[in-house]
């Protein structure tokens, strides 16, 4: 996706910032982008600047500039909170319609906006005021990770069939024991492995270490001899399709809900992320403290990390042993 062609000048000069000062991905860029042209779309709406029965897909960008944008007020931004919570919203990547969507997207949304006007007042100064300045955002209901149990993932491992079961056994072993996120598992190249550790490249393309325990080193040199199979010549992808390509994001989606079937778990309930939320459950049960597993996981932020630490927490267990009450049971009859 190339911003470039319908951006009008004020939004490109914001995506370049980001791009090329902060260094976020191209995804990053690209979710940036969807974000701000909805915000737009909404506006020249609201605002009464296209017909009502233009498609609202249709609705042109190219000509918001910085008045457009800093004629926002408060009452706009609510409203367009409330269009993204009921009405309908087109998906431009899976080109699918939304109808409502969560708090938790909606917040995402809106820092969108933040981080624009944000850029507009403080880095550049082209805007004297931010109209979202106290704008409360969306109240998040913060749910506990979902993961596997440690006999769930046994069984995970040791269910892997189908014609792939070499390559598709090291993806969950990684997963399961590295924690990686799925962009940083299909970015991996061959020389990102090292006899005992995995150079990974996540967020804003920062690059961490991971050290490799016997059961991933064991997956890595079972599958890379049989690599070469699926015609590897032009790629240095580590992972790669049946075609010989850099396998791509929704084939491990897919090859992860399949071996969750096959191991007689929740197909729907589980993903590959929750995967990643398994790895890092596991491991803080096992002893690793918070800070460690924050630089294994990548996380920017500690409190990203410490949801982890409301699943297990002895304390916590600890403390309800230690009611009296709790070796007491009714008596029956």
């Known amino acids: 996706m190339d911003y470039r062609e319908e951006a009008p000048e004020v939004i490109r000069d914001f995506l370049s910032y980001h791009e090329v000062v902060r260094g ?7 979710e940036y982008y969807l974000d701000l042209r909805t915000f737009i779309r909404f506006l020249k709406i609201k605002r009464g600047l296209v017909s009502k029965d233009t498609p609202f897909e249709e609705i042109s960008i190219a000509d918001a500039d910085l008045a457009f944008l800093g004629a926002l007020t408060k009452t706009e931004v609510y409203d367009y909170m409330s269009f993204l919570g009921r009405d309908r919203v087109r998906n431009a990547r899976s080109r699918e ?8 997207s909606r917040a995402r949304k809106l820092a969108t906006l933040r981080s624009l006007y944000k850029y507009l007042t403080v880095k550049t100064g082209k805007l004297e005021t931010n109209p ?18 440690l006999e769930e993932s046994i069984a995970l491992l040791s269910s892997v069939g189908g014609r792939n079961p070499e390559r598709d056994r090291c993806i969950l072993t990684i997963f399961l024991n590295c924690g990686v996120r799925i962009s940083e598992l299909t970015g991996l190249d061959i020389g990102d492995v090292a006899e005992d550790r995995l150079r990974v490249t996540g967020k804003g393309d920062r690059e ?8 991933v080193t064991a997956a890595i040199n079972e599958y890379i001899p049989l690599r070469k199979k699926y015609g590897t010549g032009h790629t240095q992808a580590l992972f790669v399709s049946e075609r010989g390509e850099r396998i791509a994001r929704s084939t491990v989606h897919r090859l992860v809900k399949t071996h ?7 197909r729907d309930g589980y993903s590959a992320h929750k995967l990643r939320h398994t790895a890092a459950t596991l491991m803080l049960r096992n002893g690793v403290d918070v800070r460690t597993l924050q630089e294994l996981l990548g996380h920017e932020h500690l409190n990203t990390t410490e949801i982890y630490t409301h699943i297990e927490n002895t304390d916590l267990r600890m403390a309800a042993d230690a009611n009296p009450l709790a070796k007491i049971t009714p008596k029956k009859g």
């Open 24 to 30: 976020h991905s191209q995804r990053t860029i690209d």
């Open 97 to 104: 319609t939304e109808y409502g969507l969560s708090p938790a």
């Open 132 to 149: 979202l300045d106290g704008f409360d955002s969306p109240k998040l209901r913060r749910s506990l990770p979902k993961y596997l149990t």
């Open 208 to 215: 961490r270490v991971v050290y490799l325990n016997d059961a």
């Open 260 to 266: 969750l079937g096959e191991a007689g778990l929740d």
